[in-house]
Nanobody
Framework: QVQLVESGGGLVQAGGSLRLSCAAS????????RGWFRQAPGKEREFVAI????????SYADSVKGRFTISRDNAKNTVYLQMNSLKSADTAVYYC??????????????????WGQGTQVTVSS
């Protein structure tokens, strides 16, 4: 069974940092595009960051650009999201996703079939 498992969420004060991890089971998605998305209460799931198979290409939502960094370690089959200068607006459940259907690169949640269970990030002001 293919699994994506997120970890690293928690409660942090505004201005603080967290690092999220997303580990894939076995060799699944080792060389697939991976993305991070988030969903706040009452809002739709939104794109946060995306990274290609090698880590050589990344893209970010404007709201997190300059504060968040996505990276990956293919030997560990894990993708990371380093989040700095956190704001209360970053409070959400964060999900990782893998292997988008559209040309292997998409910022649209509905292009992904494989998701983790989510990890809560709460930023207190």
């Amino acid at each position: 069974q293919v699994q994506l498992v997120e970890s690293g969420g928690g409660l942090v004060q505004a201005g603080g940092s967290l690092r999220l991890s997303c580990a894939a089971s076995g060799s699944s998605f080792r060389y697939s595009t991976r993305g991070w998305f988030r969903q706040a209460p009452g809002k739709e799931r939104e794109f946060v960051a995306i990274i290609n198979w090698s880590g050589g290409s990344t893209s970010y939502a404007d709201s997190v650009k300059g504060r968040f960094t996505i990276s990956r370690d293919n030997a560990k089959n894990t993708v990371y999201l380093q989040m700095n200068s956190l704001k209360s607006a970053d409070t959400a459940v964060y999900y990782c996703a893998a292997d988008p259907k559209t040309r292997g690169w998409s910022t649209r949640p509905n292009e992904y079939d494989y998701w983790g269970q989510g990890t809560q990030v709460t930023v207190s002001s």
